[in-house]
C-alpha cells in the first residue's frame, strides 16, 4: 500500500466522526458536520468509483445547505414575525439530504478501504 493511501482510512474515520458528533447540534454542529464531509471527501481520492461521485454530491449539498442555514439565522430566521414564509426553509434541505448521502458514503468507502487492504498483497 502506498505511503498516501495510508492516510485514506484516518481522514475517513475522522469525517465521519465529525459528521455524527456535529448532529448533536445540527446549528452549531453544522460547521463541524461540513469539515467532516471535507475529510470524507479527502479520504476518496478516486475520480471514476460511484462512492466517490456520491461522497462529493452529499460534500456539495452540505456546503449549500449549511450556508443558507447561517445565513436565513443570520438575518433572523423564517416565519413568525420575521415576514419570510417557511417556506424560505427549503434552502436548507440539501443540508440534511447531503449529511444522510455522506454517511452512507462515508460507510461505503470504509468498505472500499476494508477490501482494497484484503486484496493488497503482502510484502
Same mark, same amino acid.
Do not use: K
Given at each position: 500500500? !502506498?505511503? %498516501? ?10 469525517? *465521519? ?8 447540534? !445540527? $446549528?452549531?454542529? #453544522? $460547521?463541524?458536520?461540513?469539515?467532516? #464531509?471535507?475529510?470524507? /471527501? ?5 475520480? %471514476? ?19 443558507? *442555514?447561517?445565513?436565513? #439565522?443570520?438575518? /433572523?430566521?423564517?416565519?413568525? #414575525? ?7 426553509? *427549503? ?11 455522506? $454517511? ?5 468507502? $470504509? +468498505?472500499?478501504?476494508?477490501?482494497? +487492504? ?6
Amino acid at each position: 500500500m !502506498p505511503i %498516501h493511501d495510508r492516510w485514506f482510512r484516518p481522514l475517513v474515520i475522522a469525517g *465521519l466522526a465529525g459528521m455524527l458528533l456535529g448532529a448533536l447540534d !445540527p $446549528l452549531e454542529g #453544522s $460547521l463541524v458536520i461540513a469539515a467532516g #464531509s471535507v475529510l470524507v /471527501g479527502l479520504g476518496t481520492p478516486r475520480q %471514476h468509483s460511484a462512492v466517490a461521485t456520491r461522497v462529493r454530491i452529499a460534500c456539495l449539498l452540505m456546503v449549500a445547505g449549511v450556508a443558507a *442555514l447561517w445565513i436565513m #439565522s443570520d438575518v /433572523g430566521g423564517v416565519g413568525g #414575525s420575521t415576514g419570510r414564509s417557511m417556506w424560505w426553509l *427549503l434552502l436548507v434541505a440539501p443540508y440534511p439530504v447531503g449529511w444522510a448521502l455522506g $454517511l452512507i458514503g462515508a460507510v461505503q468507502r $470504509l +468498505r472500499e478501504l476494508r477490501r482494497e +487492504r484484503a486484496e493488497t498483497p503482502i510484502g
